[in-house]
């Protein structure tokens, strides 16, 4: 059975980096899939951030590309998102998630929420 666990800090001030770590078990991120964050602002929808491969590539949504990271720690089975200069817009409820080319997401983390304040 394979699970994902997002921590971090929930709470950030305007201007700095959020950081999130999905912890993953029951699957090795480097056997395949596309490790993901999706995040979910209040009273809107599920917004897609970006994934890292099993082999170690990145992609990103064109409207946060230019402040957005994914990498990761094989060792720990871990991926991590940053995302840099955020402002109060960047409030929503962050997910990791397991995705399948042929399957789609397959399984989600709880969400953590972060909170964008000064």
């Known amino acids: 059975q394979v699970q994902l666990q997002e921590s971090g800090p929930g709470l950030v001030k305007p201007s700095q980096t959020l950081s999130l770590t999905c912890t993953v078990s029951?699957?090795?991120?480097?056997?395949?899939?596309?490790w993901s964050w999706i995040r979910q602002p209040p009273e809107k929808g599920l917004e897609w951030i970006g994934y890292?491969?099993?082999?170690?590539?990145?992609y990103y949504s064109p409207t946060l590309k230019s402040r957005t990271s994914i990498s990761r720690d094989t060792s720990k089975n871990q991926f991590t998102l940053q995302l840099s200069s955020v402002t109060p817009e960047d409030t929503a409820v962050y997910y990791c998630?397991?995705?399948?080319?042929?399957?789609?997401?397959?399984?989600w983390g709880q969400g953590t929420q972060v909170t964008v304040s000064s």
């Open positions: 998630a397991r995705r399948s080319s042929a399957l789609g997401y397959m399984e």
């Open positions: 890292i491969t099993y082999s170690g590539s990145t």
């Open positions: 029951g699957n090795s991120i480097t056997a395949g899939y596309y």
